[in-house]
């Protein structure tokens, strides 16, 4: 029931967060006030459609536009005010200094909650020449409309973009679709830096198949416009020039914290602090979305996320909290996917690579199974990574690539890390099984099935990046068939095939460790059961050679000597 | 380590559950022997590609076979008996009796450790003409090549399938490939059994557009043979006789539970009865697969399910039982999906029907989001229902059908289901949001939030089945817009946008209750809560006018008024 003295809620910022904010204040209280202030010109449009809309993939810039001022206003009476930048924060009086675009007026607003969705900043890296006219960020729709307009009045054929994450790589992928020449030029040794570098494998490969020039551990010294005779470049420390008539900087995001901080709330190392109701350090000022720090589930720690469903669910969250309902929000676990020309990449948690920074003792499995049955036509091989608490099997993280079915399992285990759930439990996992769709095994089951393998000492592996090869090494054990060996295998590998194993266990050297692995780990496991119970030493290597190859490791740069 | 003197297993079965068991129990013990009787001619096959390979899907019968006998051997020293019935079980001298097809002569063959996984029959309906050599059930390789090499023989073009559940409607969409006039006869009032009818409506007219003869509430008088002049036919009760060449039969299954019942194992109702470490009553036997009855999890009651994935899962953990790792099985829930034409229809749990069937007084909701963000392309609308527990919100059943992402809900439902999860878990679960595969607010969350709405109490909902319209109802208001409402509306619905609804609260009745509708239901609870705040008696109707639609509900079928 509404309180007998309306409410009066004001938002700075008016996409995901804000935006969720306000119409679910309005659900609750049909007599509140509810402002919303908007630095730029648009209201709640789709950020995560930009990419596609720059790429014509979506025709219309305009389907992101999912709401204007006028129809907020219509269907909630909710005051939106676009253009209109919130300078300060009085939180004695309880207002909030306000000024319209070009204006030099400024409008002292009251309120009796504040709700800051301020989102958070494009990075712009301090490049020479970072500041050219040729040289764009894009994270809003003016931004859009400005590459857009650029394009059209100067052409243009080349396009650089700076940062091989999300983003970049979505703009690479909606970009090809015009038929432009595409570099991408990434700092880190690999793209998409949430995940591990074996997963990244898979997509430098499927970028550099679209013909995309693929820079990675790229330094860049400066940028140069195009000149009357001269092409535009990004000239990297070391290594040839890119040509570039377009640049797009896509290099992360720094959360949007200076009105906070002028107003003395208080600040994490990555964004503004909240309880778990959204309250900032002032118990009137709430704030959610990209600009704050959030609790990461797996760590506890506070962490800046930038992923338009939490965003919305913490406006949400927020406004049931003014409302009077304590509903608390449980942190985050990064859920998220990304389409790379024909491949999907998703994860959830943390990357070994991460886990392993943090302190984190973890262990961690790959599989690559078939996004559904392999008898049924359009069948695809994916990448599966779980990581995991060795004490308990806890999930800690999970990331995937491949043609299909992979943000379907990575929603699953998303689902399941949130639940607190077990490796043990994935192997109980029950999934829908029809050919099209899945196996009989789903491949959650089969992380499920190798994790709890691992857990209770059923198996021993060892990761492609710890192989280490030579004379003095372990014997290395091939299980794989002569034809499937004729490919490509591990240098200093011995061929038994699996099914000769039994009968060639004497040919081996019992006093030395022995490792064994096959195509994708399957069969190296079934060769582990044999040999472990016949005394030996071994250890089957994690994700088979296809994880080798995939990962580019040490294993495979030693020149291949004679089997 | 193995035990000193090897294990004598034998498993009576050679397909989904034997298999595994028999695979899992050399991989944990090098030295057991282990020999599986199989009284057909394949082991290992996948049964559940046999509709498509009969479609032509899968274009070559033997990518079903998954493995031979002599691989089985070759790979795991396995005894594989293909063509040996197991007749008879000595439980006093642990031995069974065994006879190879086509011989009298019986063969006794000494266990430590017996496990059947002898599957299901399929089940032949007491109908005039079933044993016609025109009349099929499909459930083995052997099934498939007969009717294959009927068509090869006697040509036909007019199949008939009784049945319309899983595999019948597989068995259409295959066949539908093959350019055959199809026709479905299905018993019950709907296809699909575990869905709730107005799930079915969009399958039903699925089925239809791809020219299917469905015909529903079906009672088959008998069944007719061609013959020299006359075409085969499928004569019901009431109704005109379907023209069939061909017959499939496709009804349900029964246990196969005659050889467990002559060695007075315990038998339940649907199949033979198991504890959790897959033993019967006779603890030197275990039961695993569609021959047995296992607890579901959300009744605890014991069931019997045909599931090539839970069969796998207790054949491997009847062998780590019997190898000394004590691992209970965890019950069903019942995760299924299945392909019909380009829809697929997916669902975990009970649907609503059974629930009220078994005395449960559950709430559902029904949501149609789109499979991903409405603005890239390709986004098609699902229709998904959760029901719940009144009390607690714990989830007990979820069905959804539609274009794309179907398989993905019901799995990341499973999944939550079997952590226990309540609808207000599924308000704060992060899924993966990148505009080509889900929304910021994914398909499982929307069900989340209209489902803790409702348990909440911020929402009150009525279902389409139970909507009465007429002069002495509830005021019906339809509160989108005139260009929607003039495609169809319910009867006695007035019209009042969402937009226009706060300036006309006056002309609505205080005095009687209002049920709100809009498409999809979020317009509907927006109106509910502007009119719940005025005070009003409202409800909203679940899943909205698509809800109606979809379910061939009452409410349409009274003939309609003006507005």
Same mark, same amino acid.
């Given at each position: 029931?509404?309180?007998?003295?309306?409410?009066?809620?004001? +938002?700075?910022?008016?996409?995901?967060?804000?935006?969720?904010?306000?119409?679910?204040?309005?659900?609750?209280?049909?007599?509140?006030?509810?402002?919303?202030?908007?630095?730029?010109?648009?209201?709640?449009?789709?950020?995560?459609?930009?990419?596609?809309?720059?790429?014509?993939?979506?025709?219309?810039?305009?389907?992101?536009?999912?709401?204007?001022?006028?129809?907020?206003?219509?269907?909630?009476?909710?005051?939106?005010? +676009?253009?209109?930048?919130?300078?300060?924060?009085?939180?004695?009086?309880?207002?909030?200094?306000?000024?319209?675009?070009?204006?030099?007026?400024?409008?002292?607003?009251?309120?009796?909650?504040?709700? %800051?969705?301020?989102?958070?900043?494009?990075?712009?890296?301090?490049?020479?020449?970072?500041?050219?006219?040729?040289?764009?960020?894009?994270?809003?729709?003016?931004?859009?409309?400005?590459?857009?307009?650029?394009?059209?009045?100067?052409?243009?054929?080349?396009?650089?973009?700076?940062?091989?994450?999300?983003?970049?790589?979505?703009?690479?992928?909606?970009?090809?679709?015009?038929?432009?020449?595409?570099?991408?030029?990434?700092?880190?040794?690999?793209?998409?830096?949430?995940?591990?570098?074996?997963?990244?494998?898979?997509?430098?490969?499927?970028?550099?198949?679209?013909?995309?020039?693929?820079?990675?551990?790229?330094?860049?010294?400066?940028?140069?416009?195009?000149? +009357?005779?001269?092409?535009?470049?990004?000239?990297?420390?070391?290594?040839?020039?890119?040509?570039?008539?377009?640049?797009?900087?896509?290099?992360?995001?720094?959360?949007?914290?200076?009105?906070?901080?002028?107003?003395?709330?208080?600040?994490?190392?990555?964004?503004?602090?909240?309880?778990?109701?959204?309250?900032?350090?002032?118990?009137?000022?709430?704030?959610?979305?990209?600009?704050?720090? /959030?609790?990461?589930?797996?760590?506890?720690?506070?962490?800046?996320?930038?992923?338009?469903?939490?965003?919305?669910?913490?406006?949400?969250?927020?406004?049931?909290?003014?409302?009077?309902?304590?509903?608390?929000?449980?942190?985050?676990?990064?859920?998220?996917?990304?389409?790379?020309?024909?491949?999907?990449?998703? /994860?959830?948690?943390?990357?070994?690579?991460?886990? !392993?920074?943090?302190?984190?003792?973890?262990?961690?499995?790959?599989?690559?199974?078939?996004?559904?049955?392999?008898?049924?036509?359009?069948?695809?091989?994916?990448?599966?990574?779980?990581?995991?608490?060795?004490?308990?099997?806890?999930?800690?993280?999970?990331?995937?690539?491949?043609?299909?079915?992979?943000?379907?399992?990575?929603?699953?285990?998303?689902?399941?890390?949130?639940?607190?759930?077990?490796?043990?439990?994935?192997?109980?996992?029950?999934?829908?099984?029809?050919?099209?769709?899945?196996?009989?095994?789903?491949?959650?089951?089969?992380?499920?099935?190798?994790?709890?393998?691992?857990?209770?000492?059923?198996?021993?592996?060892?990761?492609?990046?710890? %192989?280490?090869?030579?004379?003095?090494?372990?014997? +290395?054990?091939?299980?794989? /068939?002569?034809?499937?060996?004729?490919?490509?295998?591990?240098?200093?590998?011995?061929?038994?095939?699996?099914?000769?194993?039994?009968?060639?266990?004497?040919?081996?050297?019992?006093?030395?460790?022995?490792?064994?692995?096959?195509?994708?780990?399957?069969?190296?496991? !079934?060769?582990?059961?044999?040999?472990?119970?016949?005394?030996?030493?071994?250890?089957?290597?994690?994700?088979?050679?296809? /994880?080798?190859?995939?990962?580019?490791?040490?294993?495979?740069?030693?020149?291949?000597?004679?089997?």
């Amino acid at each position: 029931m509404p309180s007998k003295v309306p409410m009066r809620l004001v +938002i700075v910022g008016g996409v995901a967060g804000g935006m969720s904010a306000a119409t679910r204040a309005r659900r609750l209280d049909e007599t509140a006030s509810i402002t919303v202030f908007e630095r730029g010109s648009y209201v709640s449009y789709a950020n995560c459609g930009i990419p596609y809309a720059l790429g014509g993939v979506i025709k219309d810039d305009a389907a992101l536009v999912l709401q204007t001022p006028q129809a907020v206003n219509d269907r909630f009476n909710i005051d939106v005010q +676009i253009n209109k930048e919130v300078l300060s924060i009085n939180r004695e009086n309880h207002t909030v200094d306000v000024r319209a675009k070009g204006s030099e007026s400024i409008q002292q607003v009251p309120y009796d909650k504040l709700i %800051l969705s301020q989102g958070a900043e494009p990075f712009r890296p301090p490049i020479g020449g970072i500041d050219l006219p040729n040289v764009f960020t894009l994270q809003t729709i003016p931004d859009l409309q400005k590459v857009k307009a650029y394009l059209a009045e100067h052409g243009g054929t080349r396009v650089a973009i700076i940062g091989g994450g999300f983003i970049g790589l979505e703009v690479a992928d909606a970009l090809h679709n015009l038929g432009l020449e595409i570099s991408i030029v990434e700092y880190m040794p690999h793209v998409f830096p949430p995940l591990d570098a074996d997963l990244a494998g898979p997509l430098h490969a499927e970028i550099r198949r679209h013909n995309v020039n693929l820079l990675l551990n790229a330094r860049i010294e400066k940028i140069e416009a195009p000149g +009357i005779d001269t092409p535009g470049r990004v000239v990297l420390v070391d290594g040839v020039p890119i040509l570039a008539d377009l640049v797009i900087v896509v290099v992360g995001i720094r959360a949007r914290t200076s009105l906070a901080e002028k107003a003395n709330l208080k600040i994490g190392k990555t964004g503004v602090t909240v309880n778990p109701f959204m309250q900032t350090s002032d118990p009137d000022i709430y704030a959610v979305g990209d600009m704050i720090e /959030s609790e990461h589930r797996i760590t506890g720690r506070a962490l800046q996320l930038a992923l338009a469903g939490p965003a919305n669910r913490q406006g949400r969250l927020a406004a049931d909290n003014i409302f009077g309902r304590k509903i608390s929000y449980r942190g985050n676990v990064g859920t998220s996917a990304c389409k790379v020309f024909n491949l999907t990449v998703a /994860s959830v948690g943390f990357s070994v690579t991460s886990l !392993l920074q943090m302190g984190f003792d973890p262990l961690w499995v790959t599989v690559h199974p078939p996004d559904h049955a392999g008898y049924y036509p359009g069948s695809h091989p994916m990448t599966l990574k779980v990581a995991f608490e060795k004490e308990t099997g806890r999930l800690l993280g999970a990331q995937a690539v491949g043609t299909a079915g992979i943000d379907k399992r990575i929603d699953v285990l998303a689902t399941a890390m949130q639940a607190g759930m077990t490796m043990f439990d994935l192997e109980h996992l029950e999934l829908a099984y029809a050919p099209p769709y899945g196996s009989a095994k789903d491949p959650v089951n089969m992380a499920g099935f190798v994790g709890s393998n691992l857990l209770r000492g059923d198996v021993n592996i060892i990761h492609a990046e710890d %192989l280490k090869i030579g004379q003095d090494a372990a014997q +290395i054990v091939d299980v794989r /068939s002569p034809g499937e060996v004729s490919r490509g295998y591990i240098p200093y590998a011995v061929n038994i095939p699996l099914n000769k194993l039994r009968e060639n266990v004497s040919t081996l050297d019992k006093g030395r460790r022995v490792v064994v692995y096959c195509q994708v780990g399957y069969r190296g496991y !079934l060769a582990y059961r044999i040999l472990k119970q016949k005394g030996f030493d071994v250890v089957n290597l994690d994700g088979g050679y296809k /994880s080798v190859l995939e990962g580019g490791f040490k294993a495979l740069q030693t020149s291949r000597e004679k089997l």
